[in-house]
């Protein structure tokens, strides 16, 4: 049998209609695998790299250069490595692993989500290995979720990048309209990193954890022309009240982006697509709640519970709203889905639902949970106040109590989270 993701998948299958369920998060979690992606998407026959149907003759290039930035970063860097191999003249990804065995791109391990000095030493690497290319390089830039904070520089950049995290989300809201303003705060962002790279030819490989089809908007849009404004972003900070910024204005000029080919090898609907397909072989009927969901969490779990019926698995993605007031709490938002489900009164005998972080990590160690009849009884047997966990934001103690967190460790990927409720009697 291959290698799981769910590290504890025996543990929580004790139920037949459970196994089901994480049979069928496992295949999302496949499908979006990053070496997987990458093996499966760009291959390099006599000296001629293929992407998507797109081609490049790296002979025409005196230099081949390879930047990244985000959570899968690393793992996309070593699977580049894999492919291109000594072709590589120099490197430097960011992200949250090590990986021991890259040869000719540095790993530098940064925080998230918000930077730190780590961030902004990686900042400066990628900075100088892309600043002054010539016509003669290739910079493949490898761009995943995580990279808006990942990808800091310079040390002021850091700061606002802080500060402006700590503010928002004390609103919840779109991730989109804190992306905006970073791309305003930063000289890689937002283009900035195209600007940086011209007259280079850059390949832009992007794993998208933004959901719908906002692809600008992953790690805050380096290699793409960005439409927005400093009117824009001020628009924002005025509407959420959110401090003082030293705002710049992105790149406008056609003539940074002529080189540019960005190619988006993964996205939710990826993984929402492998689950349909593997609910649909284990004999379910299958809907769509939405790949877009940015509801707060009760609406998102509405429209999820809108689409249950006997025999049908019912999927989502998105990234739904929490509005954090107070601190102290543990857990992200899978989890506090989790419990505001079965304080809702959503799950019954026939039910269970998976809440899911695609890269493993729900603010925590943890990347979601499995809910059903189960994890209610156990919860009552424990003498868990729900309510009060909610209202304290500190979903992370009941579910590890219950016995149902998932644990998947940091997956190397990431597509925004994923939602599976599944209904079987």
């Known amino acids: ?195 940086l790279a011209y007259p280079a030819t850059v390949i832009g490989i992007i794993f998208s954890d933004i959901p719908g089809n906002n692809f600008c908007d992953v790690a805050s849009g380096p290699t793409y022309k960005d439409k927005s404004t400093i009117a824009d972003a001020e628009a924002i900070i005025d ?22 080919h960005n190619f988006v090898l993964v996205s939710n609907t990826t993984a929402v697509e492998a689950m349909e397909k593997k609910a649909k072989e284990l004999g379910f009927n299958t809907k769509i709640a939405s790949t877009e969901l940015y509801d707060e969490t009760g609406i998102a779990l509405g429209k999820i519970f809108s689409g249950k019926s006997e025999n049908t698995v019912v999927l989502a993605a998105g990234e739904p709203k929490l509005v954090v007031n107070k601190k102290g709490g543990s857990g992200g938002r899978n989890l506090y889905m989790g419990l505001e489900a079965i304080q809702n009164g959503l799950i019954d005998e026939d039910s269970v639902l998976i809440p899911l972080a695609s890269d493993g990590m729900d603010n925590s160690d943890s990347a979601g949970a499995v809910v059903d009849k189960n994890t209610i009884e156990n919860i009552k047997k424990l003498n868990i106040d729900v309510k009060d966990a909610l209202d304290r934001f500190d979903a992370y103690p009941v579910f590890q109590k219950s016995g149902d967190m998932i644990m998947t460790g940091p997956t190397g990927a990431n597509v925004s989270d994923l939602m599976i409720l599944l209904t079987k009697k």
């Open 1 to 195: 049998m291959a290698t799981r993701w769910i590290k504890n998948f025996d543990e929580l299958a004790t139920t037949p209609n459970r196994k089901l369920a994480l049979q069928i998060a496992e295949s999302g979690l496949e499908s979006i695998s990053t070496s997987n992606v990458i093996s499966n998407s760009i291959k390099l026959e006599n000296d001629v790299l293929s992407i998507m149907g797109e081609s490049f003759i790296l002979s025409k290039f005196k230099n081949i250069k390879v930047v990244g930035f985000g959570k899968a970063s690393a793992l996309a860097a070593l699977a580049i490595e894999q492919v291109l191999g000594s072709k590589i003249k120099i490197g430097a990804v960011v992200s949250l692993r090590e990986i021991d065995n890259l040869k000719y791109v540095e790993n530098f391990i940064g925080t998230h989500p918000k930077p730190s000095q780590s961030n902004i030493d990686a900042g400066e690497k990628i900075y100088k290995i892309v600043k002054d290319s010539t016509a003669e390089d290739l910079i493949i830039v490898l761009v995943s979720g995580g990279g808006s904070s990942l990808l800091c520089y310079s040390e002021d950049e850091c700061k606002q990048n802080n500060s402006l995290y700590d503010e928002f989300l004390k609103y919840g809201q779109k991730i989109t309209e804190m992306n905006t303003i970073r791309k305003h705060i930063s000289i890689l962002k937002g283009g900035g990193l195209a600007k």
């Open 239 to 260: 509407k959420y009240n959110l401090g003082k910024f030293i705002l710049i204005e992105t790149p406008k000029e056609d003539k940074y982006f002529e080189k540019v």
